[in-house]
């Protein structure tokens, strides 16, 4: 993909008290149809909408969270996740969906999607990007 | 019972718990909802406002965000909808931190 242009998705809010999670998650389906090369990153109340065993049930909203685990089949490959926003907010790696993807170079090996990355390293991601989209 | 105080945003995002945690009086309640659920985690920088106040969190919101009864401070009370009403029926007044 040499014309390819790397879009970083920049996720900072909790999944059902506003309506961006969702949008966020619908427009990085849509450019990963693209063939771009895609990353997520989820910081601040970001980190909130990685959380599993998500159960909208008693709120009446739709459950949008499965949608995160199809990502790798969209080839959306690299998720990183902020160590200061998880820790700040009382939570842990486990307390996340395992996402993973498979690689068909390595005979379709399992891979986790999710790195954890310090604000540092975070800010080196962003300086990399073509294009950033914040929700 | 005085004043029942309802937070929905995420301590993370607002200031809304501090404001409300910091005007509370002898006797008043706090009911987190929606995204003011978050402010309840045990190990988040936020739940220290909590200390010394009487609180409850909204159970089908608490679901909704896969956070699981034993990430809680303690003395917290889950409750449900009926619950719900029943905190506003026994309250004087409610103040809704927007």
Redesign the interface.
């Known amino acids: 993909m040499p014309d390819a242009k790397k879009f970083m998705y920049i996720n900072r809010k909790a999944p059902y008290g506003t309506i961006y999670a969702w949008e966020s998650l619908e427009v990085i389906l849509i450019a990963a149809a693209f063939e771009q090369d895609v990353s997520l990153a989820f910081m601040d109340d970001g980190v909130f909408q990685l959380t599993r065993g998500q159960d909208t049930k008693g709120i009446g909203m739709k459950n949008f969270s499965p949608t995160y685990s199809a990502l790798g089949d969209y080839e959306v490959t690299k998720i990183y996740v902020e160590k200061e926003s998880l820790e700040e907010r009382g939570l842990g790696l486990d307390d996340l969906q395992h996402l993973v993807w498979e690689d068909e170079d390595e005979d379709y090996a399992e891979k986790d999607s999710i790195h954890l990355v310090s604000r540092a390293e975070l800010a080196d991601l962003f300086a990399g990007q073509d294009v950033l989209f914040n929700f | 019972m005085a004043m029942l105080h309802l937070v929905?945003?995420?301590p993370?995002?607002t200031c809304n718990l501090n404001t409300a945690s910091g005007t509370m009086k002898d006797g008043d309640q706090l009911l987190l909802i929606?995204?003011g659920v978050?402010g309840a985690?045990?190990?988040?920088?936020s739940?220290s406002l909590l200390n010394g106040l009487k609180v409850s969190v909204l159970?089908?919101?608490l679901?909704?965000?896969?956070?699981?009864q034993d990430?809680l401070v303690d003395d917290i009370d889950i409750i449900?909808y009926a619950g719900f009403v029943d905190l506003v029926e026994a309250s004087d007044k409610v103040q809704s931190w927007l």
Do not use: L, M, Q, V
Not at chain 2, 41 to 45: H, L, M, R
Not at chain 2, 63 to 68: E, F, K, L, M, W
């Open positions: 929905n945003k995420s993370y995002d929606e995204d978050y985690i045990k190990n988040g920088k739940a159970g089908p919101d679901a909704a965000r896969g956070i699981s990430k449900d």
